[in-house]
């Protein structure tokens, strides 16, 4: 099998564009926003950890034997999730404590000490546990890559010293996950124990991983009834308000990156060209930039301009937003992803 599997960076190129009509819930009533779908989109985040353990395994399970092994793994890690981290987080405290006194402040009054002490947890890397304090961070979708991290640390740490017993670590890992899932009767948890539920899909990754390792399939003729099912999925969900039943997702996904991982199909082909392929390669950068944009693009549009609030508003705001988030998403992946990455990598050997 690749290093790296095109299909899959289309997928999370388009995903990552659905977490932005996600999140741009400021008129909840807007047919744009209240529907099955829409509402439902912050479930691909589960699709990003399920991916992300597969990627992970595909390329370091079998390379983490020595504790040196360790430490670079989770260097570049590090290097590959900090920098567009701080920096996001660092305009988002900015923005926030200008807009404190300003027509661009957008929520009620929090003050100076929640905004410096929600930073403190997403540069730290807690914002998806309560050590800190189970708060929103500024820039809310933050708290899925402290989750990333604590699962590579884990994973790591199982490779290292558990190399013969790594899968029954996992197995062990995935069912308690679940179960502490169940236990607190709520599947989408984020800021307080988000890291569990980032745990949970990316066992499934690694396990999806071993699957494709040792089998090989042709699974072309699975795309499209794949896509239904899984649509089909968000509406009942939704529409039976199936809270803990979204549980099923992660492993919805993890049979989707089985299927495109082994089909050569036209919905395979369409996400290997490059306009899908640019977007699974700046999608990092689209999924930490796009809280930012949203807001100013709110603010300019309803507040500053007056505009009305009509549906052909609300979809010029979601338009421009995910055009702008893409257009400054080039510039912070080049930048900030690309340029200071190489620059640590290059300070720290």
């Not at 920098?83 to 200008?98: C, K, Q, R, S």
């Not at 998806?128 to 402290?146: C, D, E, M, V």
Request: with cysteine; aromatic share 18%; glycine share 6%.
């Amino acid at each position: 099998m690749k290093d790296r599997v095109e299909q899959l960076d289309g997928l999370r190129g388009i995903f990552s564009v659905l977490v932005i009509a996600h999140h741009h819930n400021a008129f909840k009533t807007s047919p744009l926003y209240d529907n099955f779908f829409v509402i439902n989109s912050n479930l691909f985040v589960d699709f990003f950890f399920v991916l992300s353990g597969f990627v992970i395994a595909l390329n370091y399970v079998d390379r983490i034997q020595s504790s040196n092994d360790f430490f670079i793994f989770l260097k570049k890690r590090f290097i590959r999730l900090y920098p567009l981290l701080f920096f996001t987080e660092i305009v988002f405290l900015i923005a926030n404590l200008l807009g404190e006194k300003s027509p661009m402040k957008n929520v009620g009054s929090l003050g100076s000490e929640y905004y410096f002490s929600t930073t403190l947890d997403t540069i730290t890397f807690m914002g998806s546990t309560p050590i800190l304090g189970a708060w929103i961070a500024n820039n809310y979708p933050s708290w899925s890559i402290s989750a990333e991290m604590i699962s590579y640390i884990i994973f790591g740490i199982v490779i290292l010293l558990l190399p013969k017993l790594k899968y029954l670590a996992f197995t062990i890992l995935l069912i308690i996950s679940g179960i502490f899932i169940f236990s607190r009767g709520e599947y989408l948890l984020a800021y307080d124990y988000g890291f569990v539920r980032g745990l949970l899909c990316f066992c499934l990754g690694i396990f999806t991983h071993l699957l494709l390792r040792r089998k090989t399939f042709y699974l072309s003729f699975l795309e499209i009834p794949f896509l239904i099912i899984l649509v089909s999925a968000m509406y009942c969900a939704h529409h039976w308000e199936w809270n803990l039943w979204k549980l099923t997702f992660p492993f919805l996904f993890a049979i989707g990156i089985v299927i495109f991982t082994s089909s050569t199909g036209v919905v395979t082909k369409m996400l290997s060209t490059k306009p899908f392929q640019y977007l699974g390669k700046i999608s990092y950068s689209i999924y930490l930039n796009h809280a930012i944009v949203l807001i100013f693009v709110n603010v300019a549009l309803f507040r500053l301009l007056k505009s009305p609030k009509s549906e052909m508003m609300i979809a010029v705001s979601l338009v421009t937003s995910i055009i702008l988030t893409v257009c400054y998403s080039h510039f912070t992946f080049e930048i900030i992803e690309k340029r200071f990455s190489k620059f640590l990598r290059t300070k720290w050997g």
